[in-house]
Structure formats: structure tokens, C-alpha cells
């Protein structure tokens, strides 16, 4: 390395300057070429030439997840309704506190657990763990 051949951090080439005399290169029409869009500079953002642009092509609405079709929350308060030993999917559809679609329930803290239950393959927020347990139930 050497003095010499060193060069400045943030070094920057000067903008050309266009439209100064036809030896410059850059003369009468800037390097633009003559008529049409592209040497007016009329251009729209997100046009591509004629064809439909991207922005209208795709859909204008949001993603809606499959999963959110098939599941459900109950609260603890609803427990009661129950009359099975273990509940699981098929008591829940029993007591109709679920339509017969959902595939994916969570038990949520939601009022007072009054009898003791046993949940079997359904998932339960924390709260909800603790109101069961509480009320001397379990949770597998």
C-alpha cells in the first residue's frame, strides 16, 4: 500500500452534465433519443409496457388462514355443560359447544370451573390449567 493509491472513502463522480453543445455527447436530446414517452419523461410508475400492471394483477384482499375455519375457544365456564367423564374433541361435539367441523379447540380461563374434569387432547391456556387444577380436575 501507498500513498499514491490510496483513495478517499466517500468519493463521488460528478453528475453529467447534459444538454451543453453536441461534441459533449450529451447534447439536444440529452441521450434520450428523440420523441416517445421514454424522452419526455412521462413514464408511470409501475407501468410495464402495456401489459396489466403487477399492482392490479394481484388479489386485493388479505391472507385468511385455513386453520382459523377449524378451530374454536371455550371458556371454563362452559365446562359445566359437559356431562362425559374425559373431555375431548367428541364430548365437546356431543354437549354442542363446538359445530361438528372444528378440528382444533382451546380451553380459555374465562368464569369459575364448578365440577372436577378431566381434559384429554385439548389444548389449555395457563390460566385455565390453574381453574382446573384448582378445582381438583386434570390436564393431559
Same mark, same amino acid.
Given at each position: ?20 453543445? /453536441?461534441?459533449? @455527447? $450529451?447534447? $439536444?436530446?440529452?441521450?434520450? !433519443? +428523440?420523441? @416517445? ?11 410495464? @409496457? !402495456? ?14 388462514? /385455513?386453520?382459523?375455519?377449524?378451530? #374454536? ?28 367441523? %372444528?378440528?382444533?379447540? $382451546? %380451553? ?13 387432547? %385439548?389444548?389449555?391456556?395457563? !390460566?385455565?390449567?390453574?381453574?382446573? +387444577?384448582? #378445582? @381438583?380436575?386434570?390436564?393431559?
Amino acid at each position: 500500500m501507498h500513498l499514491n493509491t490510496l483513495s478517499p472513502v466517500n468519493r463521488r463522480t460528478k453528475a453529467t452534465r447534459v444538454g451543453r453543445g /453536441w461534441s459533449s @455527447g $450529451k447534447g $439536444k436530446t440529452c441521450g434520450r !433519443g +428523440t420523441k @416517445g414517452q421514454h424522452a419526455r419523461n412521462t413514464v408511470k410508475q409501475g407501468f410495464e @409496457g !402495456g401489459q396489466t400492471p403487477f399492482q392490479r394483477r394481484v388479489p386485493k384482499f388479505g391472507f385468511t388462514s /385455513w386453520r382459523e375455519k377449524y378451530s #374454536a375457544e371455550i371458556g371454563t365456564d362452559k365446562l359445566a355443560k359437559v356431562d362425559a367423564e374425559m373431555i375431548d374433541l367428541d364430548a365437546l361435539k356431543a354437549a354442542n359447544l363446538i359445530r361438528n367441523h %372444528i378440528r382444533f379447540v $382451546k %380451553i380459555i380461563a374465562a368464569g369459575e370451573v364448578n365440577k372436577t374434569v378431566k381434559i384429554s387432547g %385439548i389444548k389449555v391456556t395457563q !390460566g385455565a390449567k390453574q381453574l382446573i +387444577t384448582s #378445582a @381438583g380436575g386434570s390436564v393431559e
